[in-house]
């Protein structure tokens, strides 16, 4: 069980030019970044690193759960997962094969995150029907909760052949399994599933309003007592931006060039400046600003939410290397120390 507020950062493995200075990595260096960006996370104190996945250009997450096998050798403390892991176009048996194999890497430090993915290119690219979008997810998602539980299957379905007392290995090391969770948009049907079949969630939404987060976290805790769930058992986390500066405004500044071009360009998206002005109120998820104001608005969201971790994103957008390093130093020695000084 989660005590107190876990702290951890994930990369989405984007690929595209810095908008400021046009200097775009190789693959090759964005993927050696990734790897250090996770041994520095850990030094800083973070207790987890996850990594997304995306099929689409302008990524180099295609093969996401091959870059946490790198980050495992590399790492010897803080957790690793998926983040999220497309599992409604992928096999949930391979995906538990490289998952417990990176587990046993880790000493026993490995998650899985579950999504749908909101690029839907995704689908096309692996040979998957966009129309069977939530029910493939569904399967494949419960599929891959059974084979954490069991080490020989039965089970049949719709999308996959039968499996029919299959042994499936290697076996997570850790003792009631991989930990697997769901990740949740906006949508609180989304939620609603979640807590009735009992599952870990993390939310997802870029809205950024603090009701909202709450309704959606209440949504789901709701369900899950109206299934006999023990809710305080069940983990909540919640993921945004993460970026610290010497002031607020100077934070605000540094950021939003990056978040505007990589929402473009990844999500096809815009973002307007002032809306990521709101990262100055305390009321919102924006968790850019300073030190001290980011240690405030975190605490205050622990309050509010009662979530039991929060998964920072700092290098989005073709943010520099040396920008990323900079952060994470700020948030080693001012920010990660504050949290688990008033959350443990």
Request: hydrophobic share 40%.
């Amino acid at each position: 069980m989660i005590t107190g507020l876990q702290l951890g950062l994930y990369t989405l493995g984007d690929h595209i030019a810095d908008p400021i200075t046009k200097k775009r990595y190789t693959a090759t260096e964005r993927i050696h970044n990734i790897v250090e960006m996770a041994t520095l996370a850990e030094q800083a104190g973070f207790d987890i690193f996850q990594v997304g996945e995306s099929h689409q250009p302008m990524f180099v997450s295609q093969g996401h759960l091959v870059l946490l096998g790198a980050i495992a050798q590399a790492t010897s403390t803080i957790r690793l997962s998926s983040g999220a892991t497309i599992i409604g176009v992928a096999d949930p048996v391979r995906v538990y094969e490289e998952a417990a194999t990176i587990d046993l890497i880790s000493n026993g430090r490995m998650e899985l995150l579950c999504g749908r993915s909101a690029r839907t290119g995704i689908y096309e690219t692996l040979g998957y029907d966009l129309n069977d979008y939530e029910a493939l997810f569904e399967e494949k998602f419960q599929l891959l909760k059974l084979i954490n539980q069991r080490e020989f299957v039965t089970w049949s379905g719709e999308y996959r052949t039968p499996l029919n007392n299959v042994q499936i290995l290697p076996r997570s090391i850790q003792a009631e399994g991989l930990p697997i969770w769901r990740a949740v948009g906006g949508s609180l049907a989304s939620a609603e599933q979640a807590g009735r079949n009992g599952d870990a969630i993390c939310v997802m939404d870029y809205s950024w309003e603090m009701e909202r987060y709450r309704s959606l976290i209440q949504h789901y805790r709701n369900h899950a007592m109206s299934e006999g769930h023990e809710v305080q058992q069940l983990p909540v986390a919640i993921a945004g931006y993460l970026f610290a500066h010497e002031s607020n405004q100077q934070a605000i500044d540094a950021y939003y060039p990056y978040v505007k071009a990589g929402s473009m360009q990844v999500n096809n998206q815009t973002i307007d400046k002032q809306e990521f002005q709101q990262a100055d109120q305390l009321s919102t998820l924006i968790n850019v600003g300073s030190p001290s104001f980011i240690v405030e608005k975190m605490l205050k969201q622990y309050e509010e939410l009662g979530h039991q971790r929060f998964i920072g994103h700092i290098d989005f957008g073709g943010v520099s290397f040396e920008s990323v390093k900079r952060t994470l130093t700020l948030l080693g020695e001012q920010v990660v120390p504050q949290i688990k000084k008033y959350t443990k």
